[in-house]
């Protein structure tokens, strides 16, 4: 995702670096007049809103870095990443909404007479309207598909994207499955990762690790985006005018900016977001009506959910947060994401300590976060130090699933055991952690907070 790298900027603006520093980044963004001539836009709410744009650029990468990461092909001018931020009027939020490049749009023509109607329109997938007709339709596609006044526009590509990646010292992600797609070359074992540039640049294209293609890899790209948010605001880059400035310089070689957003914009956006962190971003994703909608003359697109669509982009003109007004307590642990329902798994508990009725309440607590369990809790023959999890490697991804709501349990292989996952609760066991399934193949998207999609 290579428009994470520019959202990047405005958080890393947030040292309150001054001017001069600010004004060196200001000169190095290329600029495109992205607003010219545009009539007939949406009224202007509350917050500022940012499209961001990440574009192939892979005619700026070496072919070492070509032959890598496997980024092949001849360079197109196309965009295949789109995403609105919102940053709240009082600057204590950004929420980001993913726009799906294959979702259907009627893309408003442009017309030159007078006769006050408005001007025609004709269908494409989203991601072509900046093939036809640049930045400028790319904004009023938008604007058209959600009544949202975009202020500024931004747009980034490959290497500006792998550059920023690598001079904040990688990007941590974690995944409860392996992740492999031979077309990128992604190759990650379940766990947790510290991703450099080009390997970050291979986890954010992925598009074939499952059935659920650009809406899998858009969740993705969410988690990235926070974890590279959490990166910037913890390493002591935003505190740091040197590593500031490096970051910048980073940023800066394949930054598109519209002529409006300057350095004035952004050293005034950094000394508003000083506090800014992954707790205060949320991300979703356009709600999906229908999968594989046929348009004739294009063929298969998206189509969007438009009632929740229009409750969404209503939201976001009335700055209103998508995850409720409740403030979120760092003491809280959020969910732990898993790809297994935990409906489907079935868990016997049983307690290997002396502490009496611990199985009770692992099983209710286990039950109460959604997982089937036998409602018969059972003695273990021994008491043990660590909780264990007894498990058919067949079933292995649901104990990957369980084992995220016994943080710090063991797994431990019982060949020939069946679907019913066994749980020793030994004296090391101190509560069990709420966990919150998403579905790669399901079109309906959450919204989240950025620490809940962290490692």
């Known amino acids: 995702m290579r428009a994470v790298t520019t959202l990047s900027v405005l958080v890393l603006a947030s040292a309150g670096i001054g001017h001069a520093v600010i004004s060196s980044l200001d000169a190095g963004i290329a600029r495109v007049d992205a ?4 009539k007939n836009r949406p009224s202007a709410g509350h917050g500022t809103n940012v499209l961001l744009v990440g574009t192939d650029g892979r005619d700026k990468i070496t072919e070492q870095e070509r032959r890598q990461f496997r980024l092949g092909g001849v360079p197109c001018h196309c965009t295949d990443t789109m995403m609105i931020v919102h940053i709240s009027e009082n600057r204590d939020r950004a929420t980001v909404v993913s726009l799906p490049r294959d979702s259907f749009a009627e893309v408003p023509e442009r017309t030159d007479d007078a006769s ?6 004709h269908p494409i997938r989203l991601n072509a309207a900046y ?12 604007e058209n598909m959600t009544h949202v006044k975009i202020d500024h526009y931004l747009e980034v590509d490959f290497n500006s994207f792998m550059k920023t990646v690598d001079v904040l010292g990688g990007v941590k992600i974690c995944t409860a499955t392996p992740l492999k797609d031979s077309y990128t070359g992604l190759d990650l074992a379940p766990g947790t990762h510290t991703l450099a540039g080009g390997q970050a640049l291979q986890y954010v294209r992925a598009r074939h690790i499952d059935g659920a293609s650009d809406l899998g890899r858009m969740k993705r790209q969410q988690q990235f985006l926070a974890a590279l948010i959490e990166r910037a605001t913890s390493s002591g880059v935003l505190l740091n005018p040197m590593r500031f400035r490096d970051v910048t310089r980073a940023v800066l070689g394949s930054v598109r900016a519209d002529e409006g957003f300057g350095a004035d914009e952004l050293l005034d956006l950094g000394r508003a977001m000083r506090d800014f962190s992954p707790s205060s971003s949320e991300f979703t994703t356009v709600p999906i009506a229908q999968m594989n909608y046929d348009v004739k003359g294009i063929g298969s697109t998206l189509k969007w959910d438009q009632a929740k669509a229009d409750q969404l982009f209503t939201a976001l003109r009335d700055d209103k947060p998508l995850t409720g007004d409740q403030p979120h307590h760092a003491h809280t642990p959020a969910p732990a994401s898993v790809d297994v329902d935990p409906r489907q798994i079935r868990v016997q508990v049983a307690n290997g300590t002396g502490t009496v009725g611990l199985a009770g309440r692992v099983d209710a607590a286990l039950a109460a976060t959604g997982f089937a369990t036998t409602r ?3 003695t273990a023959p021994a008491l043990v130090p660590h909780t264990v999890i007894f498990y058919d490697p067949r079933w292995d991804r649901s104990a990957r ?3 995220a709501a016994l943080p710090g349990s063991e797994l431990h292989p019982a060949p020939g055991q069946g679907p019913l996952l ?5 004296a090391d066991f101190k509560d069990v952690r709420k966990v919150r399934f998403d579905d790669p193949a399901q079109p309906q998207q959450n919204v989240l907070r950025g620490d809940e999609v962290l490692c």
Request: hydrophobic share 40%; glycine share 16%; aromatic share 4%.
């Open 35 to 38: 607003f010219k001539d545009m």
């Open 116 to 121: 006050g109607e408005p001007p025609a329109s």
């Open 131 to 142: 093939a036809e007709g640049g930045p400028g339709l790319t904004i009023r596609t938008v």
């Open 376 to 378: 018969q809790p059972v």
């Open 401 to 403: 699933a369980l084992a």
């Open 422 to 426: 066994k749980v020793t609760a030994g």
